[in-house]
């Protein structure tokens, strides 16, 4: 899953630093890892899976330098630095480049399956992301999120859950179909692009679902 959601110390939106944001991680998702594959791929023999972990060399840095860079790692960076950990243990145990790539495209089936489960507990996943964006560490902040959540009945956050949970599991079902049908190096390009596209789109509608449902009520003043 990759990081494009805002964080905690972002401050308010700036159009600019978001394309720069989504620019970045593309570059460091999709095209380092497609160019490093493509020249590595050639220099091993047909099949090997060494260009194919090379090229997650990449993902694993930006998250790394990310996670020093804003002195925290937060719930969706550590959902996406689990799914890295993953993608290195699922390749060096393959036998089959082409195993290791279905392998990697059902990652998102299982982060799906997990945004789901929690949608039974009493504050699914999406509760504590959007604390950490609104709130951060601060415990004065933390007290009227709180209590907007208990008012709302925590409807809101099981609602964004649940969407990141299917759209995280449809976005599988397309890279499934990648990593059986395109080349290993057109996966690596194609899959990480939609994902981020995917992601952003979601989050615009997370943001505007959270802030017209949070949205005081006006208060009829007439009499």
């Known amino acids: 899953?990759?990081?494009v959601l805002p964080t905690a110390t972002s401050g308010t939106f700036n159009r600019a630093r978001a394309f720069r944001s989504i620019a970045i991680s593309i570059a460091i998702n999709a095209v380092c890892p497609y160019l490093i594959y493509r020249y590595l791929e050639p220099r091993y023999p047909a099949g090997s899976l060494t260009p194919l972990l090379a090229s997650t060399v990449f993902p694993l840095l930006g998250l790394v330098f990310g996670a020093i860079r804003q002195r925290t790692l937060d719930m969706i960076a550590l959902i996406s630095?689990?799914?890295?950990v993953i993608s290195i243990v699922v390749t060096m145990a393959s036998s089959d480049i082409r195993f290791a790539l279905i392998a990697?495209?059902?990652?998102?089936?299982?982060?799906?399956?997990?945004?789901?489960?929690t949608v039974l507990i009493r504050r699914p996943l999406f509760y504590y992301v959007a604390r950490q964006?609104?709130?951060?560490s601060s415990p004065a902040a933390v007290a009227p999120f709180d209590e907007?959540?208990?008012?709302?009945?925590?409807?809101?956050?099981?609602?964004?859950?649940?969407?990141w949970g299917v759209g995280t599991i449809l976005i599988s079902f397309v890279n499934l179909w990648l990593a059986q049908n395109a080349t290993p190096a057109n996966y690596l390009l194609i899959a990480p692009i939609l994902g981020i596209g995917c992601n952003v789109a979601m989050v615009a509608w997370t943001i505007g679902y959270a802030t017209r449902r949070f949205r005081p009520t006006p208060v009829d003043l007439r009499g």
């Open 81 to 84: 630095l689990v799914e890295i």
């Open 133 to 136: 964006f609104v709130a951060g």
């Open 104 to 117: 990697r495209a059902l990652q998102g089936t299982l982060t799906g399956v997990f945004f789901l489960f």
């Open 148 to 163: 907007a959540q208990a008012r709302d009945g925590g409807r809101t956050f099981r609602n964004l859950t649940m969407l």
């Open 1 to 3: 899953m990759t990081d």
